[in-house]
Every structure is written in C-alpha cells, then in structure tokens.
C-alpha cells in the first residue's frame, strides 16, 4: 500500500494548473561569413595567394636589355624599366608614362610598394640596391605592376631583371 500511495503522491506532484512555460522562441542565425574564393592556380611551396596578378590584364610586349638595363614594352611605348644607378647605388624602376605617388609591384611569393615621382614623363621609383624585394622580382615568372588608381599589369619576368640586379649589387651579389 505504501507503493501506491508514493505514486500517487508522485503522480499529483506532476500536475499543476499553471500553464507551461513558453516554448523558447527562434533565434536568428548568423550569416556565415563569406570565404575567399581561392586562386585558380595551383600554388607551389614557397608561393603566396595574389589575387592582384589572378586578375590583372596580361600585357604582351618583349624585353629589351642593355649593360645595367631592361625594358618591357608593349605597341604603345615603355610599360616597365629597370635600370642601375651605380654612382647613386640604387636601381631605378620606372612604370611609364602613368602618374601616381608610388609604384607597387607583385610576385608570387612578394609585393613591395615604392614612393615615385615622375621624371621625363614617366613614374620612376629609386631602390636600395639591398632591397630584398629585388630578388624575388629578378626570379619572377610573372609580375604585376601598378601606379596610382591604374589597374594591375601582367608583365612576363625575364633573366635581363636578374642580370640588372646582380650588376648593380657590390661585388655582384
């Protein structure tokens, strides 16, 4: 008997005239965040994502080279130059003829951005011939290259870049 009543008891516990608490509303999700989409290359090891070369305009032109000097150019005149300035110590990039404060440049495994100022029509940028920067342009496939609000430029690499690079370092390093 004293089982029934405990279950009795049990039973009555259970029951209540309130009424049952609200289900729990609907909380809104959260947008996930958007991913990035990833480069369509295939990236080696050692190289970085560059969606500012996945995207820029491919220019055709050929290279020119001249003892401590190479020049990229298209129908339209000089897209990019680089050239050494042994008295000053320092290579000379030049991106012509756009105007703009500064030059970037982009490789796959580097990006630098450079002050210019424009000189005989075209921007000109002045760099330490120990900027490291240097290297990863003279070994570049591809490289991309922009001024101002200009869009990139996909410029082809070339072994006249390296050539003015090692030129122009003390002792040829």
């Known amino acids: 008997m004293r089982g029934r009543a405990l279950v009795a008891l049990l039973a009555l516990a259970g029951c209540s005239s309130e009424p049952p608490p ?32 996945d995207g820029a305009v491919s220019v055709t032109g050929t290279w020119s080279a001249k003892p401590r000097a190479a020049t990229f150019s298209d129908e339209q005149g000089i897209v990019f130059a680089i050239r050494c300035d042994r008295s000053g110590r320092q290579i000379l990039l030049s991106r012509g003829p756009f105007e703009g404060d500064s030059i970037r440049l982009f490789t796959d495994d580097a990006a630098a951005t450079f002050p210019a100022q424009m000189v005989d029509g075209a921007l000109e940028a002045a760099v330490s011939t120990g900027q490291t920067f240097l290297d990863a ?12 609000k200009t869009p990139v430029l996909q410029v082809p690499g070339n072994k006249a870049i390296g050539a003015v690079v090692r030129g122009c370092r003390p002792a040829g390093r």
């Open 22 to 53: 609200p289900a729990p509303k609907a909380t809104a999700r959260a947008t996930p965040a958007p991913r990035p989409t990833p480069s369509p290359r295939v990236l080696r090891p050692g190289q970085l994502p560059t969606p500012e070369l």
């Open 137 to 148: 342009l003279a070994k570049a496939e591809r490289f991309g290259i922009t001024s101002g």
